[in-house]
């Protein structure tokens, strides 16, 4: 059983030291233990920090892609390194290392596919009252959405699968943490949650620049998902606020005509005409992205049939080598 560690990292220069003197070597439960960094188009020496800290791998994107980007780079050579379970954190050591054997502990028993860090959000010094409650407001949204018990739904320390990060596939730029919680429970993975610790801050969130960008950007990143992975409730339920709405001036203007006042009130059966056919066309679309999201499912079984037998051919070559 191997564990890779994997760390995105943008500019770690002066954390990611401290970060990887905390990880662990030896894990029980699992033979290797290795440290994957993610350079995500760094300027500062965060690649050399990572080599004189004992990092096992370095990937280095040629330009700053974002963070969801780095995550998923990890996933992807976190697999092709043959991890059987890979756990994420961050590079300014915020999470606590001493909770890895808590992330793991339910998927080597075989009770989860993924496990989310909870942070004591209320206990979180730096945490503003406003944050706190955004934070708490955001995580019971997803466990709405996607029908999932995790307390935290920002926490970036995590551990899943090799099966299970294998099926996963981000498409948001901004970050990785609410997508793939949302696509898990859409794909029936058993998600679980345990208490994490943090470590004292070191230095400001770079994800977070400020209250109002942090929710604008997160709201627009929840119905990005929506739009993506349940298309047909988004766009109808649209299409039917826009029939409700059409429906107050259609009846508004029917009441003035059975009266006898139906002249003057004109305006009103245009709007009604105009709300009620972005209504129908709303279900239209609806039906169109459901099937766009159907072709999508078939091309995501298709990728992950590949990177299997890609796979299988790798662990059959090495077995031939050795």
Request: glycine share 8%; charged share 20%; net charge positive.
């Amino acid at each position: 059983m191997k564990l890779i560690i994997q760390i995105p990292c943008y500019n770690e220069s002066q954390t990611l030291g401290l970060t990887l003197a905390q990880l662990p070597r030896t894990l029980a439960g699992f033979d290797t233990v290795e440290w994957l960094v993610i350079d995500d188009g760094s300027n500062d020496d965060t690649v050399g920090a990572a080599r004189r800290a004992g990092a096992d791998h370095i990937v280095s994107h040629k330009r700053n892609a974002g963070l969801a980007r780095a995550f998923m780079t990890g996933l992807q050579e976190s697999i092709r390194l043959g991890a059987d379970v890979i756990v994420n954190t961050d590079g300014d050591n915020q999470y606590c290392a001493d909770d890895i054997p808590a992330l793991v502990g339910p998927i080597l028993a075989g009770n989860a596919e993924i496990v989310v860090g909870a942070r004591p959000i209320d206990g979180i010094e730096h945490f503003s009252l406003v944050k706190k409650l955004l934070q708490k407001a955001g995580s019971w949204m997803v466990r709405v959405l996607s029908r999932t018990t995790v307390a935290d739904a920002t926490s970036g320390f995590r551990a899943m699968s090799r099966s299970a990060a294998r099926r996963l596939m981000v498409f948001s730029k901004y970050t990785y943490t609410l997508e793939t919680l949302i696509q898990a429970g859409l794909k029936n993975m058993a998600v679980l949650s345990v208490p994490v610790r943090v470590n004292p801050i070191l230095r400001p969130s770079r994800l977070i620049s400020s209250i109002p960008v942090y929710v604008f950007k997160s709201v627009a990143t929840i119905i990005r998902i929506l739009v993506i992975y349940r298309p047909f409730r988004f766009f109808a339920s649209v299409g039917l606020m826009l029939f409700f709405l059409g429906l107050l001036p259609g009846v508004r203007f029917l009441y003035f005509y059975v009266t006898g006042d139906g002249a003057g009130h004109v305006q009103s059966l245009i709007l009604a005409a105009i709300l009620l056919g972005m209504g129908f066309q709303m279900f239209l679309v609806a039906f169109i992205a459901d099937l766009l999201a159907s072709n999508r499912v078939l091309l995501e079984d298709i990728r992950l049939a590949a990177t299997e037998r890609e796979h299988d051919r790798t662990r059959s070559n090495r077995k031939t080598d050795d």
